[in-house]
């Protein structure tokens, strides 16, 4: 494998970035944009019904945010919506939609089909509770949707597919870097997705006709998904995600900064970018992003580090007030897990409701709020229970391969640097995640 300057490869390259308007996607835009401003054009498909409404979905889920400060600083305002308007072109459409994706605009859909290199599949759901329909024509057909386009871009040199690695399922072990082939399922049986269609489209037609709300809909959809769930991906990285913790205290957690991620997906496009990639399944190349192997966390470290930060930085509750963080319970079991919950929660749950009964319903409210809140926190264990659990470990050999190459190349490894071993996990909650997290998720 040999590597060359990756900024210089990304100059005048015509890249499509699908899901342009979530995370990694946002992360991946700003650092094309900021090592080389001399790429030749950036098509970001955006899910919205037409150009205006995804020009405004892009500003108010990118630009309008921090995530382009250091570069709209670095440039000036004026150079950076110049910049902005000359490389960027926002692209309506759906990866769920076979043809072309759901570009309506046929012009630009020629467009892209002639001048793009490189497809940068980012777009999918990663809601562990979705709706098995939105779920699969996302994440499973809209995969193939993407294939079937990139296949038909004349001078496409490759196709990027970024998936969550935790598709492996609940592996135990090492879980080596290789693709798994069409049809195929983490259970050995195979997979017909006609049949998958089929299923779901008869369910539909069954809720429908019985009337069904469009709650009880998704709520059956939702159970659905979770007996059929199916992923499709071409390319893996891993990547990362107070009186109660559940889970195996000994589970490696699998993580990465995001940035990491993204250097590696550029390393990657220019080490394996060939004109011919999609002609043969032998270009499929697999690189898990993580830190399993190269350098573990483990559960039980990060609940130390959550304790230890909100004790030095007091979290504010709605009533001004500090909210202490005492002694965490941890429970290392879905046993342990169901039986504290059936002592600290269900039974004064069960007195509530015989309460409730005997006095004319008065507590009505308070009753179906708790329940309410309960249930789903028991729905959301079951749903995290594998990950929890979590007994496997991400072989990152390819990735390693790929690190000593741009070591050899001399890429920049100040720019483009992704080796997890660096990483001194608890500076880095410490100092930049816990903060991270609150100032732009705790709002």
């Known amino acids: 494998m040999e590597l060359g300057n990756v900024a210089q490869f990304l100059e005048n390259r015509s890249i499509l970035v699908t899901g342009a308007t979530g995370f990694l996607a946002k992360i991946f835009v700003e650092k094309i944009l900021r090592v080389q401003p001399n790429v030749k054009k950036l098509y970001l498909l955006v899910r919205a019904p037409d150009a205006k409404s995804a020009s405004q979905r892009f500003h108010d889920e990118a630009i309008a945010k921090d995530l382009f400060r250091v570069l709209r600083e670095k440039m000036g305002a004026a150079s950076f919506q110049t910049l902005i308007s000359e490389k960027v072109t926002l692209v309506p459409g759906d990866i769920t939609c076979e043809k072309y994706m759901g570009v309506k605009d046929s012009n630009l859909a020629e467009e892209m089909r002639r001048e793009v290199d490189i497809v940068v599949n980012l777009a999918a759901t990663t809601n562990f509770d979705e709706r098995y329909d ?91 998904g979770i007996q059929r769930t199916v992923d499709s991906f071409v390319v893996s990285y891993g990547k990362g995600r107070l009186t109660c913790l559940l889970g195996d205290s000994q589970s490696i ?22 004109h011919d990639q999609l002609a043969s399944d032998d270009h499929v190349v697999i690189y898990q992003v993580g830190s399993s192997v190269s350098n573990p966390i483990r559960l039980n470290s990060v609940q130390d580090y959550v304790q230890l930060y909100f004790q030095k930085h007091p979290w504010i509750g709605r009533d001004g007030k500090a909210v202490k963080v005492g002694n965490v319970t941890r429970l290392t079991s879905m046993a342990s897990f169901h039986r504290y919950m059936a002592i600290w929660y269900l039974l ?25 809140k309960i249930m789903f926190l028991m729905r959301l264990v079951e749903l995290y229970k594998p990950y929890l659990f979590f007994k496997g470990m991400y072989d990152d050999i390819n990735t390693e391969k790929l690190r000593m190459a741009a070591r050899e190349g001399g890429i920049e490894t100040d720019v483009f640097y992704f080796d997890p071993k660096i990483i001194d996990w608890e500076d880095y909650f410490m100092t930049t995640h816990f903060p991270g997290v609150i100032k732009y998720v705790f709002k």
């Open 134 to 224: 939105v779920a699969f024509n996302l994440n499973t057909m809209g995969a193939k949707n993407v294939l079937d386009f990139s296949k038909m871009c004349a001078k496409l040199k490759m196709l990027l597919h970024v998936s969550t690695a935790y598709v492996s399922g609940e592996r135990a072990g090492l879980i080596l870097e290789k693709p798994y082939c069409m049809g195929e399922t983490l259970n050995g049986l195979n997979l017909d997705l006609d049949m998958e269609k089929k299923i779901m489209e008869e369910r539909l037609i069954e809720l429908q006709a019985k009337e069904a709300t469009e709650q009880e809909i998704t709520l059956v959809m939702k159970d659905l």
């Open 253 to 274: 957690l699998d993580m990465i900064p995001a940035d990491m991620v993204v250097n590696s997906m550029l390393v990657a496009m220019a080490a394996n970018a060939t």
């Open 348 to 372: 004064p749950l069960k007195g509530l409701q015989l309460a409730n009964t005997t006095f004319c319903h008065f507590f009505e409210g308070t009753y179906s709020h708790l329940s309410r």
